[in-house]
């Protein structure tokens, strides 16, 4: 226990979260209690509690980690192309990484989130996810408004209802190809990722100008 204590805070908090993770893929998170976890880290009930509150607190660690992977994926897909088609692609390739590496955490991120922060009664881990959140809907504003100048996409576009539409779009696509591949694969004759590419194509025609 002495080497532990040398260790920084955010290592232990880092360790205890990985291991919940895993605990909550295998048991799911109801069923996972504080002392579950305490075990499957390797740590004290007693210890836990000096580095997570509660398991609401573990469960805002983690899915404020996997948005900030999330926000990576996207940041780094609009800044490899240029052309409105290639960094489209990216973003649902983005999307489709996400889900593969954080499928527990996949629609947990895209669900509903706390935007209420006038009280006190959240945790940091929420503002900071609701945060990256807005930051993540900026960078896809500006590739809507990117592509709507140079005349790749519509200009009739409502930006908003535009990127809250294709999050559930692209998502409910990616979380169905998951669910039903082996469907997929028997019925259609497609792999996973030929009928992603296929949904992906027929949404991105929905907002592309006419050629």
């Known amino acids: 226990m002495?080497?532990?204590?040398?260790?920084?805070?955010?290592?232990?908090?880092e360790?205890?979260?990985a291991a919940a993770s895993k605990l909550f893929?295998?048991?799911?998170?109801?069923?996972?209690?504080?002392?579950?976890?305490?075990?499957?880290?390797?740590?004290?009930?007693?210890?836990?509690y000096v580095y997570f509150e509660n398991k609401e607190e573990i469960i805002g660690f983690l899915v404020l980690d996997s948005m900030k992977k999330l926000y990576n994926y996207i940041t780094s897909?609009?800044?490899q192309q240029k052309e409105s088609k290639a960094r489209y692609d990216l973003i649902c390739q983005g999307l489709v990484l996400y889900q593969e590496e954080f499928p527990f955490y996949f629609k947990m991120a895209l669900d509903k989130i706390n935007i209420n922060f006038e009280s006190q009664n959240y945790l940091p881990e929420e503002k900071e996810t609701y945060q990256i959140g807005e930051e993540i809907n900026e960078k896809l504003?500006?590739?809507?408004?990117?592509?709507?100048?140079k005349g790749d996409l519509r200009d009739d576009l409502k930006i908003m209802p535009t990127i809250f539409n294709f999050w559930g779009m692209l998502s409910g696509l990616i979380q169905l190809a998951a669910n039903k591949e082996?469907?997929?694969?028997?019925?259609?004759?497609?792999?996973?990722?030929?009928f992603l590419k296929y949904g992906f194509d027929l949404l991105y025609r929905s907002i592309e100008i006419e050629r």
């Open 15 to 17: 360790n205890i979260a």
């Open 77 to 79: 897909a609009l800044e």
């Open 2 to 13: 002495a080497r532990r204590k040398k260790e920084p805070k955010s290592v232990h908090r």
């Open 182 to 194: 082996n469907y997929i694969e028997k019925v259609m004759h497609l792999s996973k990722n030929q």
């Open 25 to 48: 893929m295998e048991k799911g998170i109801t069923a996972s209690s504080m002392n579950d976890i305490a075990k499957f880290a390797g740590y004290s009930k007693a210890t836990l």
């Open 141 to 149: 504003k500006d590739f809507l408004i990117s592509g709507m100048k």
